[in-house]
């Protein structure tokens, strides 16, 4: 039997695609091997070891050159291997990916990885934009043997739809949309529950990993119906324009979400400040929507995740914003305003803006000179020092003036320190107020831990402010 080896970089959430994918190798006749890898070289050698007929890998923007050089390697060592490359890179950038593998898969790849092990496709671009296929169940056994701490984490994730309705200027929609907006039929989405329930008994949470959850109302009726038979909590992602409870349909959708199961959402606020959101990010909202949206589901029970960018591009024609480390400060006073009156969130994530060459965002980072690169320098994660160059401060209708090299690198420090503590300094009373403190220092444990005491202590409960 050919053998495949499906494999994708390391990280904390499962692998679905990959799962999906393994199943139809195992229909074509084909035995599936799945691998997460740090490093390529590990994968390379893993490679060696396994000695497959083919080999898949799911491609992201920042790790692309690795995934490259990998499969440049692993043709040389293996000349007869079939080489694939798929993902979100591979996807908007099939014409790069095609000069380092024989096929180069755009969006769904159920169709098209059955196309390629069946040899009724010659090596190329295979983009089915058209092709409707519900996924097959994943085989969670296969990866969970051997990614043992997957197996036995308490949550597993599950995808109920593909796509995203919205366009945001940093994400690929706002480039093509590849991936249509498709919801699954709730009986596929329900056997799945039920094979990964098998799999896996000792779950205690679901985590859908779709963009925007339970859009469609009756979709959403059918699903509380059937999923709360499980008796088992879900976690979703979605956007605040969907729960704000405004409209007498977002209320119902929040009812029938808590009806299902729901304990948690996860809400991106991305800047508190609303002309950047609305100029620079396409996210039309205002801060009372995540006032009045966090205070109804507050009353309603759920724990609340929000997401946010730091450094972020500032306004750069006619929008007056704040720059540098005070917008992103500011970010961080709205979490904790939103906590002192919402009581959510229950916490806040934050990561490093990266500008992915080819959105609507990459292309205002170039014309107004945030960022002029061809992200051949773009970080493996969104968790890396910013690549961006940032203005003093804003100066008018253009920019006049930039940070210099020793400002620019104290900024990016200072980011990195306020990424790392985001989320506990969320939770804080006046959490902004120790944080400008706590970026002026190295932002150790110890730096913080001291800082804390005198915060809590000297700030918030004698309130000394010297």
């Given at each position: ?90 996807s908007y950038f ?214 946010q960018m730091l ?14 480390i005070d917008a ?139």
């Amino acid at each position: 039997m050919p053998k495949i080896l499906l494999a994708a970089h390391e990280s904390t959430v499962e692998p679905l695609g990959l799962m999906y994918l393994a199943t139809v190798a195992r229909q074509e006749g084909w035995e599936p091997v799945i691998r997460m890898f740090s490093f390529p070289d590990d994968l390379y050698w893993e490679c060696r070891r396994i000695d497959p007929d083919a080999v898949g890998l799911t491609s992201y923007t920042g790790g692309h050159a690795d995934d490259y050089d990998l499969l440049g390697l692993i043709k040389e060592a293996e000349k007869d291997i079939i080489t694939i490359l798929g993902g979100p890179h591979a996807s908007y950038f099939p014409a790069d990916c095609l000069e380092h593998a024989d096929y180069v898969v755009v969006g769904n790849g159920i169709r098209p990885l059955r196309d390629i092990l069946s040899a009724s496709v010659k090596p190329g671009i295979l983009h089915y934009p058209d092709a409707d296929d519900d996924l097959p169940l994943p085989d969670r056994l296969l990866f969970y043997a051997s990614h043992e701490e997957h197996g036995r984490s308490p949550i597993k994730s599950v995808i109920a739809s593909s796509g995203c309705p919205f366009a945001c200027t940093y994400c690929y929609n706002s480039m093509k949309k590849v991936f249509p907006n498709r919801q699954r039929p709730v009986a596929a989405v329900i056997a799945e529950v039920a094979d990964l329930l098998k799999a896996s008994p000792d779950t205690e949470m679901i985590y859908f990993q779709d963009d925007v959850f339970g859009a469609g109302l009756e979709w959403l009726r059918e699903f509380a119906d059937e999923f709360m038979q499980w008796d088992i909590p879900f976690h979703a992602q979605t956007r605040f324009e969907m729960v704000h409870p405004n409209s007498k349909i977002n209320r119902e959708r929040i009812r029938l979400l808590r009806v299902a199961g729901c304990t948690g959402l996860t809400l991106a606020i991305e800047s508190a400040d609303g002309l950047i959101r609305e100029g620079v990010l396409n996210r039309k909202m205002n801060n009372e929507v995540f006032f009045t949206t966090l205070k109804y589901l507050s009353l309603n029970g759920f724990a609340v995740r929000t997401e946010q960018m730091l450094g972020l591009p500032c306004g750069a024609t006619n929008l007056w914003t704040e720059t540098g480390i005070d917008a992103d400060l500011k970010t961080l006073q709205l979490n904790v305003e939103l906590r002192e009156r919402t009581r959510l969130p229950t916490m806040a994530w934050a990561s490093v803006f990266v500008p992915y060459k080819g959105t609507k965002i990459w292309e205002y980072c170039d014309e107004h000179g945030f960022y002029t690169g061809d992200n051949s320098d773009a970080p493996a994660t969104f968790f890396e020092e910013s690549r961006l160059r940032f203005p003093k401060e804003w100066t008018g209708p253009r920019i006049m003036e930039w940070m210099d090299d020793d400002e620019l690198a104290e900024y990016r420090r200072q980011m990195l320190v306020l990424r790392d503590w985001f989320s506990t300094l969320a939770l804080i009373p006046n959490g902004d107020v120790l944080a400008r403190r706590l970026i002026e220092t190295d932002g150790g444990e110890d730096d913080f831990q001291r800082l804390l005491k005198t915060h809590l202590y000297d700030n918030e409960l004698y309130g000394v402010t010297k």
